[in-house]
């Protein structure tokens, strides 16, 4: 009989995440920036994307604006139609490439909770990926970003997870 090694995160550990973004907040002080505005961002696209046991996945991010070093704190939830999701903060930078184009990488931390799809092994994952965008005007863009979920060796289960998904974000 398999062992869910995974276990479901409470309410508790949920708001312990969300408590990470005053301290990343505190910790940078704001940048002069072009575009200093906070984004919001809706993402969907899919869950391990290279298996044959993908699954749909939807997201929403509140990406704050660019504090030392260009840096941006976000926070963000992510489910998929396994009934599995998670919720994560990290830190994101853009990087023009061009007029209208920009290249964000991004790293995070998120609380996994598997649901009925795939383990990763344990409840703390490590988001780091790659976003490339358009400016679609000065108040929104369109992207597709492309990340990996690992545990980075947590647990001896660490098959890891890819996700490609296609972004709006506005501001």
Not at 48 to 72: D, I, K, W, Y
Not at 103 to 117: Q, Y
Not at 127 to 134: C, F, H, N, P, Q
């Amino acid at each position: 009989m398999p062992v869910n090694r995974s276990p479901r995160f409470p309410l508790a550990a949920f708001l312990l995440t969300l408590a990470i973004l005053p301290v990343l907040t505190i910790l940078t002080t704001p940048a002069e920036a072009q575009d200093g505005s906070d984004r919001y961002a809706f993402t969907v696209g899919v869950f391990n994307v290279f298996e044959s046991t993908h699954s749909e996945e939807l997201g929403f991010e509140v990406r704050f604006g660019p504090r030392a070093f260009e840096l941006q704190p976000v926070i963000g939830v992510t489910v998929n139609s396994d009934e599995g999701g998670y919720v994560l903060a990290g830190l994101r930078r853009d990087f023009d490439a061009g007029d209208r184009w920009v290249v964000t990488p991004h790293f995070g931390i998120t609380l996994f909770d598997e649901g009925d799809g795939k383990d990763l092994g344990h409840a703390v994952e490590f988001r780091s990926g790659l976003e490339v965008s358009y400016r679609l005007n000065d108040r929104s863009r369109l992207g597709l970003s492309f990340y990996h979920l690992s545990n980075a060796g947590l647990d001896e289960i660490n098959p890891g997870s890819e996700s490609l998904v296609l972004v709006y974000s506005f501001r």
